[in-house]
């Protein structure tokens, strides 16, 4: 489960074996934790966040959906291909 980027307490991550789902990204915090869809950015679940922590959560992964999107790309290109 490679981890992307690092932000603060936050952590963004994909599960190797998703490259058949849409791109989408992990995040972290602490005990909490949700998915969400990046193109466009859509809330797919969440567990132990509370609204005010969603939004900014939301907000991190809005703001850096092209980049999640370039590591999707490079990563499960990599892993289709073999290499």
Known sequence: MP????I???RFYF???EG???PHIHVETAE???????SPVELVWAV???SKELRKVRGLVE???PFFLEK???HFRTESSGD
């Not at 981890?3 to 690092?6: G, I, R």
């Not at 909490?32 to 990046?38: P, R, S, T, V």
């Open 3 to 6: 981890t992307v980027l690092k």
């Open 8 to 10: 603060g307490s936050h």
């Open 15 to 17: 599960f190797s074996r």
């Open 20 to 22: 058949q789902e849409p």
């Open 32 to 38: 909490n934790a949700a998915k969400f869809w990046l």
């Open 48 to 50: 132990g966040y509370n």
């Open 63 to 65: 703001e850096r959906a």
């Open 72 to 74: 999707w790309d490079e």
